[in-house]
């Protein structure tokens, strides 16, 4: 006779003459090394990393991504009897949920709209239904354009904010112009307020003050 101890984040699967009987719980257990087999299944969550996966968007553009799925084993004796590769089969059920939801909507609507970017779980796990598998989470981690789009959108953004610039520009040489229009029709309809600006400009140090034989004709000279 042999003996095992299961620890509390496992459970072990007891095959006798090539049936399995019984899974073993935390604890010692005693089985033949003759007649039986010993298979342990590690319960705790687990992380798998979708890695960036080459897609085309409604539109037919290319777009990557990659995600990353939260998982345990909830059954262990139909995740070591039913699927020769169980995790293996998680990793593709999950490029072909990033496949549907890309598909689904143009890049446009994806990169601007993150919330299509959203992996729901159950359409995972409805990829590995009788697996064993328990899905606690998945998600899109990276979203990566093509070289000449990450280009594309980097120049749209600089024309952008170029043009933003360019408006601003506008509106202060606009403003400008009031100003001036509006101060030249103030000394039109009141011409004693050209004469107070002189006085003022006058007092300042160094100001010298020249009188043009044109009436109202006046220069200031810093």
Do not use: C
Not at 43 to 54: A, L, P
């Amino acid at each position: 006779m042999a003996v095992i101890r299961v620890l509390d984040w496992q459970r072990a699967l007891l095959f006798t003459d090539g049936r399995l009987v019984r899974v073993l719980e935390p604890g010692r257990h005693r089985y033949s090394r003759v007649d039986d087999k010993v298979e342990t299944v590690d319960m705790r969550r687990r992380i798998t990393v979708v890695n960036g996966q080459e897609l085309l968007t409604a539109d037919g553009l290319s777009l990557r991504l990659s995600a990353h799925l939260g998982w345990r084993v909830a059954d262990p004796a139909a995740f070591v009897t039913v699927a020769a590769a169980p995790e293996q089969e998680l990793y593709v059920g999950a490029q072909l949920a990033l496949r549907d939801l890309v598909a689904a909507a143009t890049l446009d609507e994806l990169v601007t709209d993150r919330s299509r970017l959203v992996l729901d779980p159950a359409t995972v796990a409805a990829h590995v239904d009788g697996l064993g598998i328990e899905l606690i989470s998945a998600a899109v981690r990276d979203v990566m354009l093509p070289g000449e789009l990450r280009r594309a959108a980097v120049e749209t953004v600089l024309a952008r904010e170029k043009g933003r610039a360019e408006l601003e520009r506008a509106r202060a040489e606009a403003a400008s112009l009031r100003t001036l229009a509006n101060a030249a029709k103030l000394l039109e309809e009141h011409p004693a307020l050209l004469r107070l600006r002189t006085i003022q400009a006058a007092s300042a140090p160094g100001t010298t003050v020249v009188l043009t034989p044109e009436p109202g004709q006046i220069a200031i000279t810093p």
